[in-house]
């Protein structure tokens, strides 16, 4: 991962980066609970105050269970595995560190890029970027093949597509 430096400053970066009409209505959540044990966390991303996905540390232990199971077929002890990093892009099944992750690397690849890229969430990022011109919009949205993204996902597809073709 990508070093940052405080939360609220990364926060701030991936809010200037919002669409016009999503600036005030998408929110991005983050917080440890650093009186447990491993200071566990816990991150969203809000649409006027909903969540519409979460990544928890619960995920982490679901990850691993994937990879102890993989680990058993294979003999090979790999969170990198692109067969269950597909699995868990797919089942959103992300911790919040896979969310910070996916933010700092968002961070530093170009739009065209992040649109491209085959982790889903550094997709959403993307798609919600003011950075992404209208028919570039258009494009995505005459070829359809966010329809058959996780549901997760095209959620976000769905409503930039939705506020840009609406204007």
Partial sequence: MK?????????????????????YRITYFLTRYHKVHNSYGRASIRLDG???V????TAAYKQEHDVYNRWKETGE??????????KWNQEATLSDYDFLKAA????QLS???ALESENYLIRVFAIMDK???KRTLEAISESEEYKSYPSWVRQFYELRLGISLCR
């Avoid at 405080?6 to 970066?13: A, F, I, P, V």
């Avoid at 979460?54 to 540390?57: A, E, H, K, M, R």
């Fill in 131 to 133: 950075r992404v011109g």
């Fill in 104 to 107: 700092t690397d968002f961070l």
């Fill in 3 to 23: 070093h940052y430096k405080s939360w609220l400053g990364l926060k701030k970066q991936l809010t200037e980066l919002l669409c016009e009409p999503l600036k």
């Fill in 54 to 57: 979460i990544f928890s540390w």
């Fill in 111 to 113: 739009i065209e890029e």
């Fill in 77 to 86: 002890w790999d969170y990198n595995a692109p067969e269950l990093k597909r």
């Fill in 50 to 52: 909903k969540e519409l």
